[in-house]
């Protein structure tokens, strides 16, 4: 695993270096494997990427006719509900761009089992993919919660321990509804992942990740180590602002 730690001096320099990371990715690997598979996340960070990304896509020249939209999470709730990560990707950005409705893949989170919902979930996933072998997304986007929660992951929940299901249902103590999320076993096999975290209230967390300093039982974004492809970390200067002395990091403005 390669890892890469970037900290943006302001947020115009977030939204541009994090798009940039993905239109890199998308014309490398079109032109080499023809396709370029994307899982977008949910939360507050993606909110300020998703216009940007969009409006960068008019000019980018990517063929979106080759670009699969899939989700690393999901609350369970319809895709019209306001807390649905899928709707404001839609509005922000898949509907602004020219990608077919049948290269995007939501989570079908309104279904009555969340149970059911994840198996759908993973049969899709494994329909257009084949074999866990064959299962690498190109380019996947997460945050990171105070907490240490990344996608729904969330700390000493059983979905922690999964290691042959792709997709699965788990709730957080508190939470009035039941999340799917994707698992250890599909995100770490992807080629980059771009984790994204501002605000100071982020950086405890952020410094403790970048540290190794615990386990993914209690903070779960520590299991995040794609093997075979790059962890990328997209800073504010809030989130960095606790970081290790000996973190390497490039500034970008």
Not at 95 to 103: A, F
Not at 119 to 135: H, I, W
Request: charged letters at 25%; one cysteine or more; hydrophobic letters at 40%.
């Amino acid at each position: 695993m390669a890892e890469f730690v970037f900290v943006a001096r302001n947020r115009r320099a977030f939204q541009k270096k994090a798009c940039a990371l993905f239109f890199e990715a998308a014309r490398q690997d079109l032109r080499k494997r023809g396709r370029f598979t994307v899982a977008l996340s949910g939360g507050n960070t993606p909110k300020i990427i998703f216009p940007l990304l969009a409006r960068m896509a008019v000019r980018s020249r990517i063929d979106w006719t080759r670009v699969y939209l899939f989700w690393g999470d999901e609350r369970c709730v319809p895709p019209a509900d306001p807390r649905s990560n899928y709707l404001w990707a839609s509005r922000t950005f898949m509907s602004k761009v020219p990608i077919p409705e049948r290269n995007i893949f939501r989570i079908p989170a309104e279904l009555k089992s969340p149970q059911g919902a994840a198996r759908v979930y993973e049969e899709t996933l494994r329909e257009f993919f084949g074999s866990l072998s064959r299962a690498r997304f190109d380019f996947m986007f997460l945050g990171l919660g105070a907490d240490g929660h990344t996608a729904s992951l969330f700390p000493r929940s059983k979905i922690l321990s999964e290691r042959k299901r792709w997709v699965r249902e788990t709730v957080n103590k508190g939470s009035p509804f039941y999340r799917i999320s994707l698992t250890y076993p599909i995100i770490n096999r992807s080629r980059r992942i771009l984790t994204l975290c501002r605000g100071i209230n982020k950086a405890p967390m952020v410094a403790q990740v970048l540290a190794r300093a615990g386990t993914a039982r209690d903070i779960p974004a520590l299991g995040v180590r794609p093997k075979y492809g790059e962890l990328i970390w997209l800073l504010d200067s809030e989130a960095a602002s606790q970081l290790p002395e000996r973190t390497k990091f490039k500034e970008v403005n």
